[in-house]
């Protein structure tokens, strides 16, 4: 009953931990129920598979770029619009639109050109100002109350969705790193499959031991598939060269 866990693929190793949990608790004998080193194994196992399939971070980062996508386009649409009415000095209330687009001006132009940080901050600032009572006025008159508050929402909804990144990938962090969960998982299990194979002389112990015998090929003919896949991607690509 020997095989080299740390050759094991993360989903293997996760596998076969729950493989021998299964088959110890199907066990008769109470001595094995309640043998301490399962209960741990199970403990660790149960941290462990929280965490081993997880990303570093949240995986919200998708969302994230939708999110600031939307914002920008809603920026630049409202800017250029603003940016081609104040030329128009045939158009009535050119002048407002003038005054608007030099508020834009303030806080830049490439606003949706900047990174996360920076454009929430530019942007909050851009529409604090044209959130003002006279600025609104200016807003009704060119007709672009609608742009306005679609601007307003994109931003909403970005620092929505990157809060909800931030606290997610905060929370990541803060778990128990799988590197090490897996030492410790590989150390109790190598300890119990011991244990086992001591008390394999026992009634009931023996049937235990062969039945992580069978689980331990199964896990060992998993890995030889790997590397036999691997080997074979080498030499496909060795033929190309």
Not at 20 to 46: F, G
Not at 202 to 225: G, P, R
Request: proline content about 1%; hydrophobic content about 35%.
């Amino acid at each position: 009953m020997k095989i080299s866990l740390q050759k094991l693929t993360t989903k293997d190793l996760a596998t076969l931990c729950s493989r021998v949990i299964s088959y110890s608790k199907k066990a008769i004998n109470i001595e094995i129920l309640k043998n301490p080193l399962l209960r741990e194994l199970e403990n660790i196992y149960t941290e462990y598979d929280k965490v081993y399939a997880k990303v570093t971070f949240s995986g919200k980062g998708k969302s994230v770029a939708q999110a600031d996508k939307a914002r920008d386009k809603a920026f630049a649409k409202l800017k250029n619009y603003l940016a081609g009415y104040a030329q128009m000095d045939t158009l009535p209330h050119f002048e407002e639109a003038k005054v608007l687009y030099e508020i834009f001006k303030t806080y830049g132009l490439n606003i949706d050109r900047l990174s996360y940080s920076a454009g929430t901050a530019q942007l909050s600032k851009l529409i604090e100002n044209l959130s003002t009572s006279e600025n609104q006025e200016r807003i009704q008159k060119i007709g672009v109350e609608k742009a306005f508050e679609e601007m307003k929402k994109m931003q909403s909804d970005f620092e929505n969705v990157f809060a909800e990144q931030t606290q997610a990938n905060s929370e990541l962090r803060q778990m128990q790193s799988a590197t090490k969960l897996r030492k410790e998982l590989e150390q109790i299990l190598r300890t119990y499959f011991e244990y086992v194979k001591t008390m394999k002389k026992l009634k009931d112990w023996d049937d235990l031991y062969n039945d992580f015998n069978e689980l331990i090929k199964s896990a060992k003919n998993s890995t030889v598939t790997i590397n036999e896949k691997n080997e074979t991607s080498k030499t496909q690509t060795q033929v190309a060269s």
